[in-house]
């Protein structure tokens, strides 16, 4: 196998656990024991390495949105757990422990971080679920985001509905500021209005 296959397998790994364990349990199992086998200030440089890694983790789950952002957090809470709970017992190796306390208030505040998140992200799917085509169209105008009669109808799915075309001459409307000052009071939608109101559109 040419080491970017290799390489891909791993991710596919990664990202599969319960299809790798079902169809290559010989490759799994022995990635599992090369790497419990490693030698303890290995694992123990990589837990202190973590924390360096949460800009790059943002950075990927902010290209994302729904389902798979979802996703993408809860695999950060759950590797950070795992550092946390799992090789802090007293079956790892000294060096791995004390790795572990040396960043541990770094990933407690990193975890609780993605917990929030994951939270807010779910709260604001299940908001923007049951917004109307008028209330998608401001709040898109308000963060900024251009609707074209070419993206119009791929953003619209983006919140459960299929008239691009409406989504599209709705935008078109709030893009002129008399059009969205008119229509704020008559399209509330939470979370923005009180910014609106507050002046940060003015």
Excluded: C
């Excluded at 290995?42 to 800009?55: D, E, G, N, S």
């Amino acid at each position: 196998m040419k080491k970017e296959e290799v390489g891909d397998l791993v991710n596919w790994i990664i990202l599969n656990p319960q299809l790798a364990e079902k169809y290559y349990p010989n490759i799994v199992t022995g990635l599992k024991q090369r790497i419990w086998k490693s030698q303890p200030y290995k694992t123990a440089l990589l837990i202190q390495r973590v924390p360096q890694l949460f800009p790059d983790w943002k950075s990927k789950a902010d290209e994302f949105f729904g389902i798979r952002k979802e996703k993408i957090i809860k695999e950060y809470i759950e590797l950070l757990s795992i550092i946390l709970n799992d090789f802090d017992s007293s079956n790892e190796h000294e060096i791995i422990r004390e790795a572990v306390e040396s960043v541990r208030l770094e990933l407690e505040e990193q975890l609780e971080f993605w917990k929030k998140e994951l939270k807010y992200d779910e709260i604001n799917n299940s908001i923007e679920s049951k917004l109307t085509i008028d209330q998608i169209a401001l709040k898109l105008y308000y963060e900024g985001e251009t609707v074209t009669s070419e993206n119009s109808d791929e953003i619209i799915k983006k919140f459960g509905l299929t008239s691009g075309k409406k989504l599209y001459q709705q935008a078109s409307f709030f893009s002129k500021r008399a059009n969205w000052k008119f229509r704020l009071i008559l399209t509330p939608i939470p979370g923005i209005l009180t910014p609106l109101l507050n002046g940060n559109m003015v």
